[in-house]
């Protein structure tokens, strides 16, 4: 089976070339589950019911998240209404939502998808690393497909991830930091793994929010108020080809693609 998981989508630039794309990306490659993470989908920061509601609509199965999750408060009523909308596990107990969604694939596989998030320069959450087994652990009585979302900012904290979970879960994926990374690879127990999938939205900018912004942040220190950028949307995604008997892993291949080539790729679909 194969799975293509969806970088952070950025703002109205990532949630229209994430719509053009998944249909041909689906079609061309025989995905048979498509997950994306959604936390900056609506202006680059938070989601709301509507705009999850039509990502689905586009073609994804599931949908992940990470610190931004609230910062739409509408979000509060809509996420324990919608189990495709996944929050990470590691919040307290009695936060809205959930931390692992349960289904089937387009094939008829089961499969499991858990959202997590790191503590390296974040907010401290509960520990992850024994969050992510107690999660994993309960989804394997039902699924031996596993992916989980890392959502997390240090590199070393989702490389430490990586092997920890290694022959547990079919893959591993980092977001948050909305740079692609060349690490792709399967590890030597079977599961796929990739430091940061990147982000869906407009490149043209600095992890997606208008350059002059940002910059003036690095440059003079002063306040700025962001808003999301709008050129050189691409598409960072990742498909994983795995094996549903075993729940292993056999293949992981990045994407990156710009609009005009998502284009291409929808006219030859």
Known sequence: MRILFIGDIFGRPG????????PALVG????DLVIANVENSAAGFGVTGDIAEAILKSGVDVMT??????????VLDYIPRQPKLLRPAN??????????????????????????????????????FAVVLREIESAKAKARIVIVDFHAEA???????????DGRVTAIFGTHTHVQTADERVLPRGTAYITDVGMTGPHDSIIGVTIEAALGRFVNGL?????????GARINAII???????????AIERVNLSAAEVDTLAKNA
């Not at 994983?240 to 056999?250: C, E, H, P, V, Y």
């Open 15 to 22: 949630r229209d070339i994430a719509h053009r794309a998944i």
């Open 91 to 128: 919040f307290p107990a009695g936060v809205p939502g959930r931390g692992t969604w349960v289904g089937t694939t387009r094939n008829g596989d089961a499969a499991a998808v858990i959202n997590v998030m790191g503590r390296v320069f974040m907010a401290p959450l509960d520990d992850p």
């Open 155 to 165: 590199t070393s904290e989702k490389v430490a991830m990586g092997w920890h979970l």
């Open 240 to 250: 994983i080809t795995a094996d549903s008997a075993t729940g292993r892993a056999t």
């Open 65 to 74: 998240s990470g610190n931004h999750i609230w910062d739409k408060k509408e």
């Open 223 to 231: 306040p700025a108020k962001f808003e999301a950028a709008s050129g």
């Open 28 to 31: 061309s490659r025989d995905i």
